[in-house]
């Protein structure tokens, strides 16, 4: 069993800044990818970054250069600084663990989400 646990969201004005975090708890040996998806009512959840364990990032067009996803591989942690925010990123932001490895391997483990709303 893989806990996620996410914390950072909230109101912000345009412009502004926010820090998602999130971290896996549980008997964890290794995680392949963490990352950050967000989902708005009536559309499907989207990748916003992913973070593998080679440090290779992925970010979605729409928030490159605004948003850095880091990994702490040794905390089970990843978190998603977003700068320069815009009405259309508010969403439920969801944490995304991929290939968990505990005594078993956990395919697709998800938090429980966080919203995230920008005002403009």
């Known amino acids: 069993q893989v806990q996620l646990v996410e914390s950072g969201g909230g109101l912000v004005q345009a412009g502004g800044s926010l820090r998602l975090s999130c971290t896996a708890s549980?008997?964890?040996?290794?995680?392949?990818?963490m990352g950050w998806y967000r989902q708005t009512p009536g559309k499907q959840r989207e990748l916003v970054a992913l973070?593998?364990?080679?440090?290779?990032?992925n970010y979605a067009d729409s928030v490159k250069g605004r948003f850095t996803i880091s990994r702490d591989n040794a905390k089970n942690t990843v978190t998603l600084q977003m700068n320069s925010l815009k009405p259309e990123d508010t969403a439920v932001y969801y944490c995304?663990?991929?290939?968990?490895?505990?005594?078993?391997?956990?395919?697709?483990?998800w938090g429980q989400g966080t919203q995230v709303t920008v005002s403009s």
């Open positions: 549980g008997n964890i040996f290794s995680i392949d990818a």
């Open positions: 995304n663990a991929q290939r968990v490895r505990t005594k078993y391997i956990l395919y697709d483990n």
């Open positions: 973070a593998t364990g080679s440090s290779t990032t």
